[in-house]
């Protein structure tokens, strides 16, 4: 939550909101997305990627970790834990024609797609309203039955293992494939799951630089110059970075001149304040 307000402060609402239409911005949040465990494209038909028969209420929102879907008698699909233990529906796929074989042994998701995998073609995808009424007829009782659709767990996109979420209420909400994250700045930066498509403001952060200040103290003898004219001090500042460059310094050193109480940068010295400070240093 300290970075959630750290970023929230910095936020430049007023150009997100001119440039986008939105107070919405892009972080490194992604996943979420629903896929089928036989991924070869050439299998789906136009939209049967996208075919979906969920019961009421389903999926639930709020999941962070990988999610996969199981079928119920009544034809009706239900997310639940991958680490559950259901029966499997598999299927052998020979050119166009599907065969659905259920699997009389318990396991998890994961346990279930290799079984399908080793002894069939993969756990079932189903395409479209006929192939979900055929598996829901070989169905009997009232437990899950393990098919091939599952949804990837939310990934941070430099690799990091942070489970803080953030979470806009009813969020992420699965609507279609919405597979990347937004923080919304004007609700404190709660986060929003949105179609990778979609063109926002975006987050970008790189390594915490160290930094150290120091103050030098500088004295030019018999310079007929005005030190304190803007061009001569910005002469003499290019002139100092150059040399330091040389001394092998790093190339994003800043410099810049001090002002005294009047506004003015170099005062020119008392000689004799001077003698009478260094008497006193000597006694």
């Known amino acids: 939550m300290e970075v959630m307000k750290i970023l929230t402060n910095t936020a430049d609402l007023d150009n997100m909101f001119y440039s986008n239409n939105s107070y919405r911005a892009w972080i490194g949040l992604s996943g979420g997305n629903w896929k089928w465990s036989l991924s070869d494209p050439s299998f789906y038909k136009p939209g049967e990627m996208e075919f979906r028969r969920w019961g009421t209420g389903r999926p639930t929102v709020g999941h962070s970790g990988k999610i996969c ?127 990778c498509d979609m063109e926002r403001a975006f987050i970008c952060y790189g390594p915490v630089v160290s930094a150290s200040k120091k103050v030098l103290k500088v004295k030019f003898e018999k310079n007929n110059l005005d030190l304190n004219d803007p061009a001569v001090m910005e002469a003499m500042l290019n002139e100092l970075k150059q040399k330091l460059r040389a001394q092998g310094l790093d190339d994003n050193i800043k410099l810049s001149w001090r002002k005294q109480a009047d506004g003015k940068v170099f005062h020119k010295e008392d000689k004799k304040t001077n003698k009478r400070r260094r008497k006193r240093e000597e006694l």
């Open 69 to 195: 879907t199981g079928m119920l008698s009544n034809g009706l699909w239900y997310d639940n834990s991958c680490d559950n233990i259901h029966y499997p529906i598999c299927a052998d796929v020979r050119g166009s024609d599907v065969t659905f074989v259920i699997v009389t042994q318990a396991l998890t998701w994961t346990a279930a797609q290799s079984y399908c995998r080793a002894n069939h073609t993969d756990l079932a995808s189903v395409r479209n309203m006929a192939e979900n009424q055929k598996v829901k007829a070989m169905l009997s009782g009232g437990g899950l039955y393990w098919f091939g659709l599952f949804r990837d767990s939310w990934k941070w996109s430099d690799g990091s293992t942070s489970s803080f979420s953030f979470w806009k209420n009813g969020q992420p909400d699965n609507n279609g494939n919405e597979a990347c994250v937004a923080s919304d700045f004007s609700q404190s930066g709660a986060w929003e799951d949105w179609s």
